[in-house]
Nanobody
Framework: QVQLVESGGGLVQAGGSLRLSCAAS????????MAWFRQDPGKEREFVAA????????YYADSVKGRFTISRDNAKNTVYLQMNSLKPEDTAVYYC???????????????WGQGTQVTVSS
């Protein structure tokens, strides 16, 4: 079993930055691929970024490439999402997730956090 807890969300002006953190606990957490998804009310949960358990492979949604960076610190069992040049359309609840393999497919992720709200004002 893997437990995930997100933090770092908040209100920021367009053009600003936020760093989200996802603290993981449970057995062999460091061997899991990790990802961030986001969901706006009334919309489907969408992929944002993913990272392999070694950190050597990363994937990004086209909408965030060049602005967001996913990273992980296995010694701390923590995954980060650095978000720069934020836009109002980035407003959503951001969820951390864990899977056996690194993938952009939501259905492959078995463990999910409760989410953290990110609001970007124009």
């Amino acid at each position: 079993q893997v437990q995930l807890v997100e933090s770092g969300g908040g209100l920021v002006q367009a053009g600003g930055s936020l760093r989200l953190s996802c603290a993981a606990s449970g057995r062999t957490v460091s061997s899991y691929a990790m990802a961030w998804f986001r969901q706006d009310p009334g919309k489907e949960r969408e992929f944002v970024a993913a990272i392999s358990w070694t950190g050597g492979v990363t994937y990004y949604a086209d909408s965030v490439k060049g602005r967001f960076t996913i990273s992980r610190d296995n010694a701390k069992n923590t995954v980060y999402l650095q978000m720069n040049s934020l836009k109002p359309e980035d407003t959503a609840v951001y969820y951390c997730a864990a899977a056996i393999i690194v993938t952009m497919s939501r259905s492959s992720y078995n463990y999910w956090g409760q989410g953290t709200q990110v609001t970007v004002s124009s």
